[in-house]
């Protein structure tokens, strides 16, 4: 798994291409930080749906918090929250891809400063 680095964008300041800074997913899986006003870019550029699943280690009751999953369209884009429910023991939450050809990434978070 790679860990994905985190781009900042002010919302004092304007706009950030998510979109350019984007990298390739990992077919392996990637990790990303998860906390307040964290989110995942997901650009499909495949010609078929692909599933994003989310790790969630936590536990309710003794039972385990079932995973997300996240189905973007062939040549669409999605925007996944990272709340601290998906926390591992880094901080980081794991990103599973069902393909990852033509598929890039960004964790991004909305900053204040």
């Given at each position: 798994?790679?860990?994905?680095?985190?781009t900042?964008?002010?919302?004092?300041?304007?706009?950030?291409?998510v979109?350019a800074?984007a990298?390739?997913?990992?077919?392996?899986g990637?990790?990303?930080?998860?906390?307040p006003?964290?989110?995942?870019?997901?650009?499909n550029?495949?010609?078929s749906s692909?599933?994003?699943?989310?790790?969630?280690?936590?536990?309710?009751?003794?039972?385990?918090?079932a995973d997300p999953?996240y189905?973007?369209?062939a040549?669409?884009?999605?925007i996944?929250?990272l709340?601290?429910?998906?926390?591992?023991?880094?901080?980081?939450?794991?990103?599973?891809?069902s393909a990852?050809?033509?598929?890039?990434v960004?964790?991004?978070?909305?900053?204040?400063?």
């Amino acid at each position: 798994m790679a860990d994905l680095t985190t781009t900042k964008i002010s919302v004092a300041t304007g706009l950030v291409d998510v979109a350019a800074a984007a990298t390739a997913a990992n077919a392996g899986g990637d990790t990303a930080l998860v906390g307040p006003n964290r989110f995942l870019y997901v650009n499909n550029g495949s010609g078929s749906s692909v599933t994003v699943t989310l790790t969630t280690p936590g536990t309710v009751s003794g039972l385990a918090i079932a995973d997300p999953t996240y189905a973007v369209a062939a040549g669409k884009h999605a925007i996944i929250p990272l709340t601290n429910v998906f926390r591992g023991a880094l901080g980081r939450v794991a990103v599973a891809y069902s393909a990852a050809t033509s598929v890039t990434v960004r964790p991004f978070e909305l900053a204040t400063s």
